[in-house]
């Protein structure tokens, strides 16, 4: 809610309610009639895409939890994926295990890694904590890579669609509302996370951890679970992708889908749930951006056959952008935008961090 | 033998690219994540001038040289210099989407094809045998010269020279620094072209002793470890960094697997970042927050 | 004092109705109007939080740090208004600040302090370092030493020659005395006043210490709150029986009533 519309809280209540306002009760139902309708409506494309960003979004949350409310730097963000999907794509290869034995497992394993990742946060801050979630990454990407060599899946392993009580998900249609109620969920258990006393030890160890250890924050504690939970949610998301995807290589996990899932953040916006779903939005659907300003844009042809190249430069300026102007993300110029609107014709006064 | 000749090149390698991170970092706190790619653009901007100097190879690795510090000191400029006062982790981002950007660019101008600006300047590579029977390529001796003479230089740049004083003293407490009417500015710039430069040379090196792909950059994100192993903020560090790095990877290659080469580095930094986060030789300090 | 009267006409910084707020929300100092003259040592007391620190800043640059900026009025040094300048640019036009913490280079040793500094013309170099040697014999021997290793008092002594190899026509000394014996503030500020004979600079010294601040200072500002709230020549100042009560700490004649103590304080609102 924005501090301009003349609604204020005036109990704590209220401060804890999902839903402020009629108004945004209406929007909800409207946003969730129509998000029951989209797929019958989209073209298998954009039903794809959908299931694209509502995939990506579960991560960017969790990685969200993590960055923008713990305050905890990780570059190792597409390693924790690669872990949940090879262990779904393990778990299926060596002992046919259904989808219900392997989300869980995937969710296991994301925990233990979670502690793993996390223990070096006890000791280290920001940069050198950023790095050691890297050194993580190179690890569990190597691991996985062995894996694939020694077993003889050189190209990678195929899953087959899983089967949830008795359906088989093999549609579009059925992994968007699969992938719906998984980001839900995911939703769901971080907004509930940050309005209770966790959330709010997260924010005080990402304002000053001193203070936090001070107020009687049991900080270690604290930044583990944070590690942990955002990790487990992370390879869940591995695990969906890799039966999404039916299929699990070493070479979807690189540093640059890290990074993807940290712009996501950044240019979602720091702090905000509703930033990690803009951001997953944004970066799931840049490239096809892209594609799509190539093909009506007149460049030189030699250039067509690099998209990845144009994709790569167009990402690294757009990041640059964000960081250069807009430190507030995506949720920075929605906010504004209201707040331009709610105070029109009046200019609104910047007011600066 | 040859494998105190291999260890001795990977080691210098990762030092020469090692010191670019080391200054960049000493003096303006900032991470430079998009090191391999300055890196990278270093041996391109050799293949450019290889091609328009073609009978002139010293002038073109001159002018390829010369690029390489503009290209940091621009990069200062224009971008990083609009990061001072950000958080930490906004100015490590910012030069990762650098270094996205740079990889993009380079892809587009130059393709993604092996290239060897080694035969474009008309040298031949070749083969010099040393103590007995281990050999070393004519580049990569120029390699552990190159690293030995830009060591040496900066140790005395940095002791002796006023710059070099005041590059420390503005890496120590820029406040001050300011206040004694040191230019910030310049000095980051300075720190920014001299890391290119080193990054560039190493590159360029790199590039004549076995091709250039894009894929170079990983070589500059593995001199990672190295640097940090032996503290970030320290050249004499890096320096040790290196070898210790360049030693365990090599041994790893020759005598258990080579895929573990690729980790190893990685490894022995988590190690580190548990037992002595700031290295061996850095200054141990708090880290910035988030 | 000593300084002759045909240097003391001239102000080298005049600061007018200085405003400065922080996060343009807090206002910190409120309307402060002082002047140093050249050749002059000028004295600024205040306690805690007063706004003794935040006017150095305003005058060498170093606001911007802080997310503050000068609101309102204007700094002049000869005649140039230098309000919101970069640190390094008051710094190249002879304003040169001895910061009350981190005063100098840890990790260098004594001569490289010396050496690290940018003065305006630097073929003077390798005179003024002989010449801050000769002010301070026991830097000389010091020479080679790591900064970091200094005492406190070494450290002053270091942190004011460095400043004076910048060639400063003003001179900012903030907190002189913070954390040192008495004896040798009594030192150093007796070398601060030599410094100011020969090399003709002026000072304006930000001080707790009134002691210390009115033995050398020509002339005083006293700052309350964020105002000025009394000053006048040395003389006025160390006569005034609310000096003596507040700053200079005698006692003088047994305790005071509340009401005297109370037209202390309406009379310095005047003041300001």
Sequence with gaps: MPSSSGYFRTHYD????????????????????????YPFLATEMLLDLANQVLLASVGAIALMLLTGFAGQVSLGHAGLLAAGAFTAGILFKEFAAPVWVTLPASAAIGAVLGLLFGLPSLRLRGLYLAVSTLALHFIVAYLGGEYEAKRGFSSGIVIDPPVLFGWVLDSAQAWYFVLLAASAGTLLLAANLLRSKTGRAWRAIHDREAVAEALGVNVPAHKLLAFVISSSLTAMAGCLFA?????????????????????????????????ALLGAAFVVLFPYGIEWAMAILPIPTRWSGMVFAVDYAAFGLVMIAFLLFEPQGLVGIWRRMQNYFLLWPFKQQLMRK | MQTLINILVLASIYALISCGYVLIYRVSRVLNLAHGEFMMLGAYGLLATASSFGAHPFAAVGVASVMALLVGVAIYFVLMRHMTGESVLAAVLCTIAVGILLRGLITLTWGAQQHYPMEQLGWVNSSISVFGDARISAASLGLIIATAVCYSGLFLFLRYTRWGIQMRAAGQNPLLAAQRGIRLNGIYALAWGLATFTGGIAGMLIACDSGLQTTIVTIGLKAFPATLVGGLDSLLGALVGSLIIGTAEVLLINYVDPLLSDVAPFFILLVMLIFRPWGLFGTREEIDRV | MSTPATLKDKAILEVDKLEVSYHRVVTAIQGVTLEVRRGQIVALLGNNGAGKTTTLRAISGFLGIDDARVSEGTVRFCGKDIANRFPHEVAGMGIVLVPERDKVFENLTVQENL???????????????????????????????????????????????????????????????????????????????????????????????????????????IIENGRIVMDGDRERLTGHQDIQEF????????????????????????YG
């Design chain 1, 243 to 275: 039966y999404f995807r039916g299929f699990v290589s070493v070479e979807a996990f690189t540093l640059f889908l890290s990074i993807q899932y940290v712009a996501m953040v950044i240019v979602g916006g720091m702090g905000s749930l509703l930033g």
């Design chain 3, 115 to 221: 050496e690290a500094n940018s003065p305006r013309q630097s073929s003077t170099l390798s005179r003024m370092q002989e010449a801050v040697y000769a002010y301070f014999p026991l830097l000389a021997r010091l020479r080679g030493r790591q900064a970091g290793y200094l005492s406190g008092g070494e450290r002053q002594m270091l942190a004011i020659g460095a400043a004076l190899m910048c060639g400063p026509e003003l001179l900012l000394v903030d907190e002189l005395s913070l954390g040192l014996a008495p004896i040798i503030v009594e030192e150093l500020a007796e070398r601060l006043r030599a410094i100011r004979d020969e090399l003709g600079l002026s000072i304006l010294l930000v001080e707790q210490n009134a002691h210390v601040a009115l033995e050398i200072a020509d002339y005083g500002y």
């Design chain 1, 14 to 37: 209220q401060d804890l309610r999902f839903i402020d306002t009629r108004t945004q009760r209406y929007c909800l139902w409207l946003l969730l009639a129509w998000l029951a309708i």
């Design chain 3, 247 to 270: 700053y200079l700490g005698a006692g003088g004649s047994g305790r005071r009533n509340y009401r005297d103590v109370k037209q202390y304080r309406r009379s310095r609102r005047w």
